[in-house]
Antibody
Framework: QVQLQESGPRLVKPSETLSLTCTVS??????????WSWIRQPPGKGLEWIGY???????NYNPSLRSRVTISADTSKNQFSLRLTSVTAADTAVYYC?????????????WGQGTLVTVSS | AIQLTQSPSSLSAVVGDRVTITCRAS??????LAWYQQKPGKAPKVLIF???KLGGGVPLRFSGSGSGTDFTLTISSLQPEDFATYYC?????????FGGGTKVEIK
């Protein structure tokens, strides 16, 4: 059973860069034909897919965030990371890392517990 | 991007009620739709995928139907543990998108 855990600063200042890491256990970010995604949820609102990194290292981002987002992987630590630049209060959200199911691409079958990141000075 | 419109946005029901939630896609997505349940402070959990297939360990009172642009999640007999928010999600094309959610509350 794959388990995911988000980590990173909980408070980020406006205009700065949000950085989060997802540590994966029970699976490998560099094998298995998996897509590893970031998803966010502003307080009291719905879910927004941010992007993924494929086990091969290729990435795909939501066009709404593409200019500010980078997702990368550190295979030696079995982690993948999110960087979101030039943040504003609108980027305040619970950020989840998640794995897409092997048999059903685009279906999220494993999630981290989520971490609330607040953008405020 | 494909937009998903859920209705209602919230509903009140009692234990034992039959509950139906709908999800409409802005363009056809075949059967590439999932339903998730989310409880406060928790990550979403898959209930239904491929529009009508039950996720692992999901009770049989949950069912899904539909194809193309119109989809339905039904809870045949609402249980206390079912009070939560439900989201549909399409995985036909990227960017992956979610509906706005339906909050099921106790009447």
């Amino acid at each position: 059973q794959v388990q995911l855990q988000e980590s990173g600063p909980r408070l980020v200042k406006p205009s700065e860069t949000l950085s989060l890491t997802c540590t994966v256990s029970g699976g490998s970010v560099s094998s298995g034909n998996y897509y590893w995604s970031w998803i966010r949820q502003p307080p009291g609102k719905g879910l927004e897919w941010i992007g993924y990194i494929y086990y091969s290292g290729s990435t795909n981002y939501n066009p709404s965030l593409r200019s500010r987002v980078t997702i990368s992987a550190d295979t030696s630590k079995n982690q993948f990371s999110l960087r979101l630049t030039s943040v504003t209060a609108a980027d305040t959200a619970v950020y989840y890392c998640a794995k897409e199911a092997m048999a059903v691409t685009g279906l999220f079958d494993s999630w981290g517990q989520g971490t609330l990141v607040t953008v405020s000075s | 991007a494909i937009q998903l419109t859920q209705s209602p946005s919230s509903l009140s029901a009692v234990v034992g009620d039959r509950v139906t939630i709908t999800c409409r896609a802005s363009q056809g997505i075949g059967s590439d739709l999932a339903w998730y349940q989310q409880k406060p402070g928790k990550a979403p959990k898959v209930l239904i995928f491929d529009a009508s297939k039950l996720g692992g360990g999901v009770p049989l009172r949950f069912s899904g139907s539909g194809s193309g642009t119109d989809f339905t999640l039904t809870i045949s007999s609402l249980q206390p543990e079912d009070f939560a928010t439900y989201y549909c999600q399409q995985f036909k094309t990227y960017p992956l998108t979610f509906g706005g959610g339906t909050k099921v509350e106790i009447k």
